[in-house]
């Protein structure tokens, strides 16, 4: 049986620079030719993310942002409001795939991580009229979305504002696959379908607790 300090040691694969090089190239190209509100430094945008430039000036991007591949922010036509439509505060992660799509305007914190996969909107289709396609009937007005410094949405979460104004207290943790359609506080680990308070951080006894499921 051979040992682990006899195991092959294996390094990065040297094509990889390629790619770093790419997400670096790109990123310098998004910041000098775009006109986003603000672009920090130290940001790094995949080369498959999917920003428009025409609505690039209604995004604002504070240092050591990260987006993986296949992120997609849109900014859906509607709101006169002006104002930033999508904030991200300094150093929040968008994991692989993930979609962020404001009407009015949705506002990550610093240091928020997305899983992959996660999706948060502040508005719907319009479907009040079912003699017409639902594509042709356009977009509700919405809320507005406010996910506080440090939270952590898991695999496949899904944040929805349908009307008002829906925000997560900062250092709370949405669990995978979760649907987020209301306010919850600082603190909170929230799970399930529609997503329920699940645990809460007491300060007091330096712990996670178990959430009270009566005041849920």
Wanted: proline share 5%.
């Amino acid at each position: 049986m051979k040992s682990d300090s006899c195991a092959p040691v294996v390094s990065e694969d040297p094509l990889s620079f390629y790619s770093r090089a790419a997400t670096r190239l790109h990123t310098l190209w998004l910041g000098k030719t775009y006109p986003f509100v603000t672009f920090g430094s130290r940001i790094s945008i995949h080369p498959t993310c999917d920003i428009s430039r025409v609505t690039s000036n209604q995004v604002q991007l504070a240092d050591d942002v990260y987006m993986a591949r296949e992120v997609w922010l849109n900014v859906a036509a509607g709101s006169e409001e002006r104002r930033p439509k999508i904030v991200f505060g300094k150093g929040c992660k968008i994991g692989r795939r993930s979609t962020i799509s404001a009407r009015n305007q949705i506002i990550l914190d610093d240091d928020v991580l997305l899983a992959p996969s996660v999706l948060i909107m502040d508005h719907n289709h319009e479907f009040s009229n079912p003699d017409l396609p639902i594509h042709s009937q356009g977009i509700t007005e919405g809320g507005s979305i406010r996910i506080g410094k440090n939270c952590w949405l898991g695999y496949g979460s899904v944040i929805f504002c349908g009307k008002g104004d829906l925000s997560l207290g900062q250092n709370s943790i949405v669990g995978a696959n979760a649907v987020v359609t209301k306010s919850f506080p600082a603190f909170s680990v929230i799970a399930g379908n529609p997503a329920k308070l699940i645990k809460t951080y007491d300060l007091s006894l330096r712990q996670w607790v178990v959430a009270d499921r009566d005041k849920t």
